[in-house]
């Protein structure tokens, strides 16, 4: 009897143990594909090194001769304005004069037509200088040539920061290692370890004005109205577990 059934024993004990080997794999091969995936953010208060300043002037005359006469005269007194206001010259661009007709309605009865009404050239400036409180300080003094007759219009300044790619480098290495730290932590939580880095991807670098309710976008934010700037990066990384 015993030797009837000793094939079945050993045909049992077999399956025990493969089925331990199989169970041991899987195991081990579950915890090789087990990660953890986090999320790193590194802000950085910083302040722009470069104001743009742009504006332009118009002048309007019948006669293309005493309009480039006009808008010279509105030229000369801008340009001794800027000057004055110690805006250096290398840091200053102006297009050509742009000249188009001008028109007017003029109406009979309920109808009208457009009639020539003399020639609008207008004088473009840009001013990109990283001497951002002088021309701060002639923005805020550029009424007086409203007072000059010149027919000016300004624009807001813009802001930026010409070592955008350094920050970046800097903040990717920064909001990484808040990552591994986020990773560190909830491993131990755990009772694993951090094993190796599977994936880094960056997320959006953003650039807003401090604390305003300015809105983030999935293309980046980059405000340019403030002097002062925060910058904002993230980084999605995935470990393994040991």
Do not use: C
């Amino acid at each position: 009897m015993l030797k009837k059934s000793l094939p079945s024993i050993v045909i049992g004990i077999a399956i025990i143990i493969a089925s331990a080997i199989m169970i041991s794999g899987y195991v081990k091969s579950k915890k090789v594909n087990e990660s953890i995936s986090v999320t790193g953010l590194v802000e950085k208060d910083f302040n722009s090194d470069l104001i743009v300043w742009q504006f332009s002037f118009s002048k309007k005359s019948n006669q293309v001769k005493d309009g480039y006469a006009l808008i010279k005269k509105d030229f000369d007194v801008v340009m001794s304005f800027l000057a004055e206001h110690g805006i250096k010259s290398n840091t200053i661009q102006y297009s050509p004069v742009n000249m188009s007709r001008a028109t007017k309605a003029v109406y009979q009865g309920t109808n009208y037509t457009e009639v020539f009404d003399g020639y609008l050239l207008t004088q473009s400036f840009r001013i990109e200088s990283k001497d951002i409180a002088g021309v701060e300080t002639a923005i805020r003094e550029a009424g007086i040539l409203l007072e000059s007759d010149i027919e000016i219009l300004f624009e807001q300044p813009m802001y930026y920061y010409t070592k955008l790619a350094d920050l970046k480098i800097e903040m990717v290495a920064k909001a990484s290692e808040d990552g591994r730290v986020r990773a560190d932590n909830i491993a131990k939580n755990a009772g694993s370890k951090l094993g190796n880095l599977k994936r880094a991807d960056m997320g959006i670098f953003q650039i807003t004005a401090p604390n305003s309710n300015e809105d983030y976008s999935w293309g980046g934010a980059f405000n340019t109205s403030s002097k002062t700037k925060r910058a904002s990066l993230t980084m999605r990384m995935e470990f393994e577990i040991k």
